[in-house]
């Protein structure tokens, strides 16, 4: 049962341009979202979240916007740069303790 | 400040066995959290450990444990191990102060091949 789902395995995007990652949810008790980036080999880096009491968090050039009604959210990042190539996982909080629910990741590349 | 360290980074062992992983979180957090990355199935939550215990399971067998250490050290375990046990195992520390922005630092993981 995937509650966290990201149904874009891979998304290309010009440099300068701009990249929105979409993630869709299906568990109302979900409270706090994240976004994280993955480089291989390496672990997930934290990149921006919002609460569900918000609809909008901005951090530079990342974007999350959060629509609680349709259970989706979405990161944008503006201007796109090569180095922003990475896999993007969307992930989910309920209530207190740090359990994290993840989507399947989305791709992104970026390039010249 | 050093971030999240796991040993080994690189495993491999034979269906059967067991196998001890080890995290050590950035200093002074008291979470620590596991998850298990596969192709199949992204990542999926293990266990979270809180001042020594164990505060959220995740939908693992049995064979699957953990413990934390007073330094908030954690280890997992994998008892009879499986082939599908092959996979990258995280470990990620937090700090929490109690709020849901607790944010969770990630370690490089530990690749675990299981032949």
């Known amino acids: 049962d995937q509650q966290v789902k990201q149904n874009s395995p891979s998304l290309s995007v010009q440099e300068g341009r701009i990249s929105i990652l979409n993630c869709d949810y299906t568990?109302?008790?979900?409270?706090?979202f994240l976004w994280y980036k993955k480089y291989p080999a390496e672990g997930p880096t934290f990149l921006i979240s919002?609460?569900?009491?918000?609809d909008k968090n901005e951090d530079g050039r990342f974007t999350v916007f959060l629509n609680k009604s349709a259970k989706h959210l979405s990161l944008h990042i503006v201007p796109s740069q090569p180095g922003d190539s990475a896999v993007y996982f969307c992930?989910?909080?309920?209530?207190?303790?740090?359990?994290?629910?993840f989507g399947t990741g989305t791709q992104l590349k970026v390039e010249l | 400040k050093a971030g999240v360290t796991q040993t080994p980074r690189y495993l491999i062992k034979t269906r059967g066995q067991q196998v001890t992983l080890s995290c050590s979180p950035i200093s002074g957090h008291r979470s620590v959290s596991w998850y298990q990355q596969t192709p199949g199935q992204g990542l999926q939550f293990l266990f979270e450990?809180?001042?020594?215990?164990?505060?959220n399971k995740g939908n693992f067998p049995g064979r699957f444990s953990g413990r934390q250490f007073s330094n908030s050290r954690s280890e997992m375990n994998v008892s009879t191990l499986e082939l599908g046990d092959s996979a990258l195992y995280l470990c990620?520390?937090?700090?929490?102060?109690?709020?849901?922005?607790?944010?969770?630092?990630f370690g490089p993981g530990t690749r675990l091949t299981v032949l």
């Open positions: 919002i609460s569900s009491i918000k």
């Open positions: 992930a989910a909080k309920a209530g207190g303790g740090n359990k994290l629910t």
């Open positions: 568990n109302s008790m979900f409270d706090y």
């Open positions: 990620a520390s937090s700090l929490d102060r109690g709020l849901a922005s607790n944010e969770q630092f």
């Open positions: 450990y809180f001042s020594e215990t164990q505060r």
